[in-house]
């Protein structure tokens, strides 16, 4: 949600415009956001008395018949637009599929659309949304690690274009982010896995605590889906829960001063530099969180032989990631690709190479004035490295599949899916996604954070510009979410 001032007056050969954007938009922690129970949602759309969702067809296969069920439970008509969004059908042409679904709708000016799913799918239709009319308010609903870790943070939306990423985009706020981690029980551990190295991004380089939370319960924390799977600790769920929250709140704090992203040196961008070419060269591309992982990796062998991070920490952070399965090395991470990515993200940077690594940990430093043949040197070394530890530094189901690419309708993946629905009881043994969801209703506390947070279960958040009950966030305060304001 933004708003708009501004100013003009005369000069001596024309005039001179000056204006001024607020932007802000909220946060809310909740457990079950399509439970009947929980009318925080639905009262977002009680104006409209009726709801247009964008969604991927995993998501709907599986919590297609709640939606539906809460929302007429509500008296909202539901329409909703399925699609296949991953990063080869990240395109125009999806947008406008997307786009063409809000004129059949109807969509009447600031009415919101509801996007539900994960890290793509808030991308693409955050976009639609962003052109249509210029600004066409959503709602988000964030379903993968990563899109409730990371893309949710973010105000960016965008689509590729040709054979780059993201080149096409915009930058648009939505109403409200509604962070519902009972989705991650229906999550295929490879995709957890993939958005485990987000964290170890953020916490690495700014938020220490953080990082010794993920070293301590690393592989507690993947398997159990972050504390959500049946049968998890007490002591995994808590620490999960306190992970989730005090790592958006760090992201957020990082990134809303700078949402526009006129400031380029950024603590997040630490493993964006050659990430990019990892996810386009190999024939079958990498899932972001080992690209990432990978980029993260190299560029702390090159901090380690600058001085800037110690050999002990070095070693801390290479065994998390090889613990995660995430992926240290590629077979063609080469001098070329090298070459390559640090071209096209100079360009990107303003000519600065702006490479935000740990030193020490928990704390970040840029570094720029780095020579070609220095890097090269520290990839030989870093190879080397990476030699010594389990799968030569390769990752565990560090390859995209069909719910990444879009390859294909997604058959493929639904029974990876599938069986991870039916693991958290979700799904009848006799049930498919095609059919969608019978019968289920989550339990479970607000997010898991009764012994860490009082909750407000309000339903005044959707309406009055979605103030939360305090001007500030508390991490481990009252308030069921956090506050974003530019």
Request: overall charge negative.
């Amino acid at each position: 949600m933004s708003d708009f001032k501004a100013s003009v007056e005369e000069t001596k050969h024309g005039f001179h415009v000056e204006g001024y954007e607020k932007i802000e938009y909220d946060f809310t922690f909740i457990d079950g956001v399509f439970d009947i129970a929980n009318p925080n949602l639905a009262d977002c759309y009680k104006k409209w008395g009726r709801v247009l969702a964008v969604t991927d067809k995993n998501v709907y296969g599986i919590y297609g018949s709640k939606m539906k069920r809460y929302f007429d439970h509500y008296n909202l008509k539901l329409k909703v637009h399925q699609t296949s969004i991953g990063e080869k059908a990240k395109t125009i042409d999806t947008f406008l599929e997307i786009a063409d679904s809000m004129t059949e709708f109807g969509i009447i000016r600031k009415e919101p659309v509801l996007v539900v799913g994960g890290g793509l799918v808030t991308d693409v239709a955050g976009f639609a949304c962003a052109a249509y009319r210029r600004n066409t308010n959503f709602i988000r609903v964030p379903t993968t690690v990563i899109g409730l870790i990371d893309a949710s943070v973010s105000i960016k939306v965008a689509v590729n274009y040709g054979r780059y990423k993201n080149r096409l985009g915009a930058y648009h706020a939505p109403l409200h982010t509604f962070l519902d981690f009972t989705f991650l029980r229906t999550l295929p551990i490879a995709q957890v896995r993939n958005g485990f190295a987000e964290l170890i991004k953020i916490s690495s380089c700014s938020h220490s605590h953080v990082f010794d939370l993920l070293d301590r319960f690393c592989e507690q924390l993947i398997e159990t889906k972050f504390g959500r799977a049946d049968g998890s600790r007490t002591d995994v769920r808590r620490a999960a829960d306190i992970i989730n929250r005090e790592g958006i709140y760090e992201m957020l704090k990082l990134e809303t001063p700078n949402l526009h992203e006129i400031g380029l040196d950024r603590v997040i961008a630490y493993g964006h530099t050659w990430s990019p070419m990892h996810e386009l060269i190999p024939e079958t591309p990498l899932r972001h969180g080992h690209a990432i992982s990978i980029d993260m990796a190299y560029s702390a062998t090159l901090a380690k032989q600058r001085g800037l991070l110690s050999d002990k920490e070095h070693r801390r952070l290479f065994n998390l990631f090889s613990r995660a399965g995430l992926a240290i090395d590629h077979p063609q991470f080469d001098d070329e690709v090298l070459d390559k990515g640090t071209a096209a993200i100079l360009k990107t940077r303003d000519g600065l190479l702006r490479l935000a690594v740990p030193s020490p940990l928990g704390s970040c430093t840029f570094v720029n004035d780095v020579s070609p043949q220095e890097l090269k040197h520290a990839l030989k070394a870093h190879k080397e490295i990476a030699k010594t530890y389990p799968r030569q530094g390769a990752g565990i189901e560090a390859y995209v599949d069909s719910s990444d690419t879009g390859y294909t309708d997604l058959e493929t993946e639904n029974l990876s899916v599938e069986k991870a629905a039916k693991e958290a009881g979700v799904l009848g043994e006799r049930q498919s996604i095609k059919n969608g969801l019978n019968n289920y209703e989550m339990n479970g506390n607000v997010n898991g954070h009764s012994n860490l947070l009082r909750i407000n279960a309000g339903t005044e958040g959707c309406t009055n510009g979605y103030a939360m009950d305090s001007p500030e966030a508390h991490v481990n305060g009252p308030p069921n979410g956090i506050k974003a304001e530019a």
